[in-house]
């Protein structure tokens, strides 16, 4: 606590995303089954299955010794350039060590549950890689395309320089990520991708970033290939590495990719994020000269960098207990790194002896070069995660120059339950770079996390790919994620769906209540609350619906008011106002307790609670749907309806409205009861049936008409109908609305209209009586109000003129889906409308909850997106950690020449040109100047990449550069403008 006694936030970095290709692992968790069970992933080749070889007859005869061993990567010349926006011809030339770590770095955010789309703050880069053999064994077989290239360096080849030199990969991932962070290159050797860690903490720490995504890859080319060994050299005699035992004789290098997503703690732990680990400490030196040779460790050097790590940290040394080591099973390197822990531990206050395990990933999957900092920290965080310690591989007994006994180590034989004692379990990292950068980390397990929030007990499950295949791929992992995960919380794995991945084109939206259901719905791709489709470039105009008198029933959303606060809110609020207009709490009408419910059905259909109860739920509706973020571009209300469209457009407030239309509401009541007849037939054909009294109340579309009068001449009206066979009912109505037995009280209702201000509508607003839009410059006369409850009603025609506007959703906001179909009745409407209701039907097969979130994805299936903080804003959710996304990926590979020529670098930039590369839409106006910028204005370029070219990379994007652009020139101009003028004056 700080001196006034709060409580200060927890002190930390979290680490909340983690990814990565390791030998023998495509993924995290296939590294952590490896690593558990004690598999060892370096790979030992044949002589038929080299690449390359070193060897020689010669050098063989001479007695030299050859290892065909490394710990390679499976498929690491495939990627997914579709996905990225990367053309062919730009794929190929990319050093796959760049292609591999964008891939991952996309794993990264999306298993902490995050999209660089939807995250406001800022997220940085920090990362190294090893030297680009595929450049130099695959691009430069040939020496016209090295002298090329050489000779073009920083004026030309632009393409080939970006896609393989290594300061451009990080600023690659921020750019195809869109993060705007800091973007940098560590090199520091093998310490490198810990060094990177350590720099994003400071970032973090000073407030640069608020996440950064931190790691390493070393791919080199070819994979396959062999060694030669040399004694009291660093390279292992047989392939294999022995961590600290008596028979260690060197490392083996590998291959792989590690990331790590970092974010400080207190607003991890605020956002609800899947907190994996938390790092305490960190520090970074460098040896000096205090060293035999520059290649040489230093263990004083080691050991104060281990020292100020733990002070950083603030902890005691004797709290750690693990400690993953450098490890490189080298003679010399593994006693000096274990003198130099035992330096810093004893100079931290540590007297116990063999209280603190020890281990290295090295003995499973080899050196991994500049990812080997990163993957060390990714295994004790799995470590810690799952509470077990792995075992050396191949530890039989100590290198007899490691005094074990006399120090707080011990090696790790035997896979070891790691117990929790009074201090959380602790652990340090080290990464020691040839040259002598040294880092070290100390990490702590994750801050323990209470129990998840109660939530809704029907969750949005929803899914986006760029491809149909990839969405089936999705669905088939998600599926598979909640069979292996039974504990999951279906509200969380909906929440990060929702809120922590970017949107795509195919989608699928599916409404739940249990993990069982999702995984057949998942598994089906169909059903009632299921539904697939492809997403518009642009959200589409929606209008909202809102439903007249006849539509009511006893509790009408009562499963919204039960769990949606927002909704309850509003229902509570309009009751109350209602109260003095109507001496009755009207909740207990559309929810009454059970014995009352016989009095509610009869009292809801009487006029004068009917529509105040109908505007009640659609009004607590439309709210509801509006702080989830989905937004009416046009409101249509069918008779009553009109008055929450009115409301919505701010021309009455809610109390006034309430008030009018409690008055309205007794006026039609105490007149002399009528009927209301619906007939399947057009207006057009019943005006010849039509005998005197009756009116055509609602002209609902060309198959269906309301007809409205007294009773008994209906009745006979229907019997000669029927007898036409022309399909009719009667409509559950007291009064004969919008007939001339309306009369009497259209002059007193105006009267009333008179004294309630008004205000001009300031929504987009089609009047249902005249079915054209209602002026938006001034409020609504009050003889259009008195006309509104005695002419008829437009729907058809209003519902005509929102489609000639372009409408192409329609949300019926209110009880049933009778508008909703009157919609799909129009003749004139467009293929592919969005027809969608926000309350289950008046039965038990569909609850409220189900319709409204069903409707709420499909709504985000054609383009909407919701506002998931009013969303949630009720609940406090979690992210979880859920299967990434399937990349789809290809074989982009340039062979090496084999004694025939490559094209010139110059020649592989001009083909990634042809091919529309995005990077090159930039580089381009660079090298062309002025002269190229009215081709890409005018849209030239755009259509050449997009239209002929065929590529789905979004318009948006390209859209986006041309706005740049043309804001960039606009300043020039606006430059040369002032110069000009400035030199007026001085002349």
């Not at 393409?159 to 290594?166: A, P």
């Not at 600023?171 to 973007?183: A, D």
């Not at 509200?491 to 989608?507: E, P, S």
């Not at 109260?579 to 009352?596: C, E, K």
Request: net charge negative; hydrophobic share 40%.
């Amino acid at each position: 606590m700080d001196e006034s006694g709060v409580k200060s936030p927890p002190e930390g970095i979290a680490i909340i995303g983690m990814s990565g290709r390791f030998p023998g692992a495509g993924n995290v968790d296939e590294f952590w089954q490896n690593l558990v069970h004690g598999v060892e992933t370096i790979s030992h080749f044949t002589e038929g299955e080299l690449e390359h070889s070193v060897a020689t007859a010669e050098a063989i005869a001479q007695g030299q010794k050859f290892i065909r061993a490394r710990g390679i990567i499976q498929d690491a010349d495939l990627f997914d350039a579709d996905f990225f926006g990367i053309y062919p011809k730009e794929a190929e030339v990319i050093d796959p060590q760049h292609r591999l770590f964008l891939e991952c770095a996309w794993e990264t955010l999306e298993s902490a549950g995050y999209s660089s789309e939807s995250y406001h703050g800022l997220i940085g880069v920090y990362a190294g890689l090893a030297m680009n053999t595929y450049f130099l064994h695959n691009l430069c077989a040939d020496r016209a395309f090295t002298s090329n290239f050489a000779g073009n360096y920083q004026v030309g080849v632009y393409q080939t320089m970006m896609g393989n030199d290594k300061d451009f990969m990080p600023t690659r991932v921020s750019y195809k990520l869109n993060l705007r962070g800091p973007s940098m290159t560590i090199q520091s050797c093998c310490s490198t991708s810990l060094v990177a860690v350590c720099q994003a903490c400071m970032s973090l720490m000073t407030y640069q970033c608020d996440m950064a995504l931190a790691g390493g890859v070393s791919i080199t080319f070819p994979q396959k290939r062999d060694y030669l060994y040399q004694e009291e050299a660093m390279i292992s005699a047989d392939g294999t590495c022995r961590t600290f035992d008596a028979s260690a004789c060197g490392t083996v290098f590998s291959h792989g990719v590690a990331i790590a997503l970092l974010k400080r703690l207190d607003e991890a732990i605020a956002d609800g994020d899947h907190i994996l680990a938390v790092i305490k400490g960190t520090a970074v030196n460098n040896d000096g000269s205090d060293k035999v040779g520059y290649a040489a460790p230093s263990i004083k050097a080691q050991a104060d960098v281990i020292a100020m790590a733990q002070a950083a940290a603030g902890i005691h040394p004797e709290t750690i207990s693990y400690v993953e080591a450098h490890g490189t099973a080298t003679p010399l390197g593994d006693p000096i790194e274990v003198a130099a822990l035992t330096e810093a531990f004893r100079r931290g206050g540590s007297v116990r002896n063999q209280y603190c395990a020890i281990g290295s990933a090295k003995t499973n999957v080899g050196h991994l070069d500049i990812a080997a900092g990163a993957t060390g920290l990714i295994k004790t965080v799995l470590q810690l995660q799952n509470e077990i310690i792995p075992p050396l591989l191949h530890f039989k007994s100590a290198n007899p120059k490691i005094d074990f006994a006399n120090s707080p180590f011990f090696p790790v034989s035997q896979p070891l339950e790691w117990k929790r004692e009074t201090a959380p379990r602790r652990a340090g990292v080290s990464a020691f770079g040839v040259g002598g950068t040294n880092a070290h980390v100390v990490v702590e397990e994750a801050p323990a996390a209470g129990p998840s929030r109660a939530s809704r007990n029907r969750q949005l499950l929803l899914l986006s790919a760029k491809t149909e295949a990839a969405l089936q791929k999705m669905s088939e992992r998600l599926a598979t994620y909640l069979e292996s995960h039974p504990d999951s919380v279906l509200a969380d794995v909906a929440f990060t769906l929702q809120r922590g991945r970017q949107r795509f084109r195919h989608r699928l939206s599916l409404c739940t209540g249990s993990a069982a259901e999702a995984i057949e719905q998942l598994r089906k791709r169909e059903g009632k609350t299921t539904s697939t489709g492809q997403a518009k470039s642009r959200p589409p105009s929606l209008v909202f619906l809102f439903p007249g008198q006849g539509a009511q029933y006893v509790n009408m959303g009562r499963e919204l008011y039960e769990s949606e606060p927002l909704f309850r809110d509003v229902v509570d609020r309009c009751a109350e106002c209602l109260q003095g207009h109507l001496h009755l709490d009207i909740r207990s009408v559309i929810y009454p307790v059970a014995a009352a419910n016989g009095e509610a059905e009869r009292q809801i259909n009487e006029t004068w609670v009917t529509q105040p109860a109908t505007f009640v739920v659609e009004y607590a509706l439309a709210r509801l749907w509006m702080s989830w973020g989905v937004k009416p571009s046009v409101l249509i209300g069918h008779s009553v309806g009109e008055y929450v469209a009115a409301v919505l457009a701010e021309v009455f407030t809610l109390e006034d409205a309430l008030s009018l239309l409690a008055a309205r509401a007794k006026l039609m009541q105490d007149l002399p009861s009528g009927s209301m007849l619906a007939v399947r037939r057009g207006a057009v054909e019943l005006e010849g049936f039509l005998p005197e009294g009756v009116a055509i109340a609602a002209d609902n579309s060309p198959s269906l008409t309301t007809l409205s009068g007294p009773t008994p001449t209906l009745r006979a009206l229907q019997e000669t109908l029927e007898g036409r066979e022309i399909s009719c009912r009667f409509l559950p109505t007291s009064h004969a609305f919008h007939s001339a037995m309306m009369d009497p009280i259209v002059d007193p209702f105006m009267e009333l209209v008179r004294r309630v201000p008004q205000q001009k509508p300031g929504l987009p607003w089609i009047s249902s009586f005249s079915g054209t839009w209602m002026n938006e410059q001034v409020p609504p006369e009050a003889s259009y109000w008195a006309g509104q409850l005695r002419h008829t009603v437009r729907f058809g025609q209003a519902i005509v003129t929102a489609i000639q506007k372009g409408a192409t959703a329609f949300l019926e906001v209110g009880p049933g889906h009778g508008l909703t179909q009157l919609v799909r009745q129009q003749p004139s409407k467009p293929d592919g409308l969005t027809l969608l209701t926000s309350l289950g039907a008046n039965d038990a097969n569909t609850t409220d909850l189900d319709t409204a979130l069903t409707s709420l994805g499909r709504l985000w299936l054609v383009g909407f997106e919701p506002d998931w903080d009013g969303y949630y804003s009720a609940e406090k959710r979690k992210r979880v950690s859920l299967p990434t996304y399937p990349f789809e990926r290809k074989r982009y590979w340039i062979e090496p020449a084999q004694g025939k020529p490559l094209p010139s670098s110059q020649q592989l930039d001009v083909e990634s040109r042809r091919d529309g590369a995005q990077a090159d839409q930039t580089v381009g106006v660079q090298n062309g100047g002025p002269a190229l910028v009215p081709a890409i204005l005018s849209g030239q370029l755009v259509q050449h990449s997009i239209m002929e070219d065929g590529h789905p990379d979004t318009r948006r994007v390209i859209e986006r550069q041309i706005q740049l652009m043309t804001q960039q020139l606009e300043m020039l101009r606006s430059r040369c403008a002032t110069r000009g003028a400035q030199n007026d004056d001085n002349e």
